[in-house]
């Protein structure tokens, strides 16, 4: 079982690092800029930049930037970590209900799954990766529960998931339906669980100084206005909905869900596990690959007490059922072979910096390239705004910005006006690839363009950027 453990922690690892051009994400860079903030410059989350993640994603990957500078491996790695603590735990729930043979199908069903493209393989820094960890072992000390201690436990596991991602709750709604299915006894033990945790964790924001009106407004109200991520039309939804869940991978675990439910006749912990799961992702309705990481704990152990069963029933040789669970599952991880292909045998040419039509949207190594060369040409004090999605380029920087969100809500934008306003950043780029007229709005584009009209002069084009210099100000060439 170790053995098989190591395996898939390797495996994780190659995907994660070998991915994505060894750059940070856009929402790793993102969180990347806002723990520097807070580790660097003591500006707490909520004021020192803007994202509706929990403050506990931020921490992370401002450690990052205090013991690494800025790099994307080092939260990769930990998220790996937590996603095989979550393995470990989910062998341990199918050994103890069914047996070793359940556990070792577990652990194949969800290490394969963790590694597929359409479940976000890649990105292991996202807080699902801490919230799905917690909640397994919420789960697991729910399912072995004897005394009210075990209930406890598993209340605080539940209540630190919920601390990473608010839709923890949803899960967290499956479990208090499966403790009140048997009495109301374990009720209390388990609530005081997770209260005892999200005490825990608000007063250990308070002393860090975040606000916690701030916190609900941009980790919960705000996500749900016009023009935030989370407002798409029902045919968007509808599309994604059905690229994750009706031509991908996800297939290969319906038959094994539908075996479970004629198998077992009623609805079980693992059963709600997974549809409360599912509640919540289709409320939030973004159906982001990521989010799918949130169904695989439960689809696993479902996969593997509908296996085991049907080995018992039929007789069915093990060997061949592990190598046809293998060949099916297995994930086509071809992109991190590429990437080491190219960084091992092609040649490195010069990239060209000039901007000529038709104008694109550059890679991740671009904008990260581009971040350093701003960092080259400004000072520390100098702030740097780049309209649209720019937080690699401004990680890459290590310079501040005035603000930036990619949720461009009401109350975003009116701080966003604001702040552009009131404190003029020395340099400001923008983008003139068309993706910048597709997804930002009319109104902050015409804003960002009379700014610059008005108080800034064009300096040079790289990579598809505009780059402009306050007229007052002198910044070295």
């Given amino acids: 079982m170790l053995q098989l453990i190591i395996v898939f922690l390797i495996l994780q690892l190659a995907v994660t690092l070998l991915t994505n051009g060894f750059a940070l994400t856009f929402d790793e860079a993102l969180w990347q800029y806002i723990g520097r903030n807070w580790f660097r410059h003591g500006l707490v989350p909520y004021s020192g930049g803007v994202d509706n993640q929990s403050p506990l994603l931020f921490a992370i990957f401002g450690l990052s930037d205090r013991l690494f500078g800025v790099n994307y491996w080092f939260p990769r790695v930990i998220g790996t970590l937590c996603q095989t603590v979550g393995l470990l735990y989910v062998y341990k729930i199918a050994h103890y209900v069914a047996g070793k043979t359940a556990g070792i199908f577990a652990i194949i069903f969800y290490g394969l799954s963790l590694l597929w493209h359409v479940t976000g393989g890649q990105y292991t820094a996202y807080a699902e990766s801490y919230e799905v960890m917690f909640l397994v072992i919420a789960v697991y000390y729910f399912v072995t529960a004897q005394t009210n201690t075990n209930f406890i436990i598993a ?15 949803f899960v967290i709604g499956a479990i208090l339906i499966s403790i009140l299915s048997k009495g109301w006894k374990n009720l209390l033990p388990f609530c005081a669980g997770i209260w005892l945790s999200m005490v825990c964790l608000a007063m250990a924001g308070f002393l860090a100084g975040i606000n916690l009106h701030d916190y609900y407004i941009y980790a919960f109200a705000d996500n749900f206005n016009k023009g935030s991520m989370y407002d798409h039309t029902l045919l968007w939804k509808w599309q ?7 031509s991908s991978q ?25 549809v409360f799961a599912f509640i919540g992702i289709a409320f939030i309705g973004e159906f982001t690959w990521i989010h799918l990481k949130e169904l695989l704990p439960a689809l696993s152990l479902i996969s593997a007490f509908t296996v085991v069963h049907l080995l018992s029933v039929y007789k069915i040789p093990l060997k061949y ?33 000039a901007c000529t039509p038709p104008y694109t ?36 920087s290590e310079r501040q910005s005035v603000y930036f969100d990619e949720m461009l809500t009401p109350i975003a934008k009116k701080l966003l ?22 997804y930002i709005s009319g109104d902050e584009r015409a804003f960002v363009d009379h700014l610059v009209a008005d108080n800034y002069h064009l300096d040079k084009c790289m990579d598809s950027y505009n780059i402009y210099r306050l007229k007052d100000k002198t910044l070295p060439n």
Wanted: hydrophobic residues 50%; aromatic residues 18%; positive net charge.
């Fill in 250 to 274: 996800m297939l290969l675990f319906y038959p094994l869900v539908i075996g479970y439910v004629f198998i077992k006749k009623q609805v079980d912990i693992y059963i709600l596990w997974f």
């Fill in 417 to 438: 006006f604001k702040d552009l306003v009131t404190h003029k950043p020395a340099m400001i780029l923008v983008p003139l690839f068309p993706e910048y007229q597709q």
């Fill in 240 to 246: 994604q909905f059905s690229l994750k869940f009706l």
């Fill in 321 to 353: 059922t592990l190598i046809v669970i293998v060949i099916a599952f297995f994930p086509f991880i071809t992109e991190p072979v590429y990437v080491l292909k190219n960084q091992l045998f092609s040649k490195v040419s010069a990239e060209s910096t």
């Fill in 361 to 396: 949207w550059p890679d991740e190594g671009t904008r990260k390239k581009l971040g350093w060369w701003v960092r080259d040409h400004t000072n520390t004090q100098q702030k740097v705004f780049v309209a649209g999605f720019g937080s690699q380029i401004l990680a890459y």
């Fill in 155 to 169: 209340g605080c596991f539940a209540g630190l998931a919920l601390g990473c991602r608010i839709s923890a709750f």
